[in-house]
């Protein structure tokens, strides 16, 4: 079945890089997901990467897709306490037609 | 500006009492998703439909939830009896399936607490 792993604190100083890891388990995952959550608010897309990619970088935001060991990275750059929230990897099953969620990652940026 | 719009967004209700969740999905969408979450067990994928018609529903409790979609602009998320372990935030989301990246917007959620 799906499944989808993240640790679930991050930790960082103001300015500094943060790396939030995700695996998951679905071959036929077709796009991947990072979604973020600020307190009292839905989820808000952040990007996406599409399977057959190794890397996409959309300003201070890289995401990595190791496809073999399937394992997903999110770097944010520059990290900024308005970046302080919790991070949604998420898994685009091809055979159900689901979204799955990992536990999310709470980011904190300590100033 | 396009949004999934959820009413209410808090609810406090006794329990045994029926709750009843709303949600408008962007206009032109035909997927929408109901996911709950809680802190013990993250984001729980309810039920989805696709073109109005349910596709999965294997993640709702059968005897008390219920989820319909009884127009294009409206989908439902029905609770009766409800029970303190209901209590959550109950997130809608919506999509276009066969969109080049299937991405998901979410609502801002309906808040529930079950006394």
């Known amino acids: 079945g799906e499944d989808v792993e993240q640790s679930l604190f991050l930790s960082v100083r103001e300015g500094d890089s943060s790396v939030i890891n995700c695996t998951y388990t679905d071959s036929s995952s077709t796009y991947l997901y990072w979604y973020k959550q600020e307190p009292g608010a839905g989820l808000q897309l952040l990007t996406y990467i599409f399977s057959n990619m190794d890397m996409k970088q959309d300003q201070r935001l890289t995401v990595l897709l190791n496809k073999k060991d399937k394992h997903l990275s999110l770097r944010i750059a520059d990290t900024q306490t308005g970046d302080s929230a919790i991070y949604f990897c998420?898994?685009?099953?091809?055979?159900?037609?689901?979204?799955?969620f990992g536990q999310g990652t709470t980011l904190q940026v300590k100033p | 500006d396009a949004r999934v719009t959820q009413t209410p967004r808090h609810k406090v209700t006794e329990m045994g009492q029926e709750v009843t969740m709303r949600c408008q999905p962007i206009l032109g969408h035909n997927t929408v998703f109901w996911y709950r979450q809680t802190m013990m067990q993250g984001l729980e994928l309810l039920a989805y439909f696709r073109n109005r018609a349910p596709l999965d529903d294997s993640g709702m409790p059968k005897d008390r939830f219920s989820a319909e979609m009884p127009d294009a602009t409206l989908a439902t998320l029905k609770i009766q009896p409800s029970e303190p372990r209901d209590s959550a935030v109950y997130f809608c989301?919506?999509?276009?399936?066969?969109?080049?990246?299937?991405?998901?917007?979410f609502g801002s959620g309906t808040q529930l607490s079950v006394l």
């Open positions: 998420a898994e685009y099953s091809g055979n159900t037609g689901k979204l799955i």
């Open positions: 989301a919506s999509g276009l399936a066969g969109a080049p990246n299937e991405k998901l917007f």
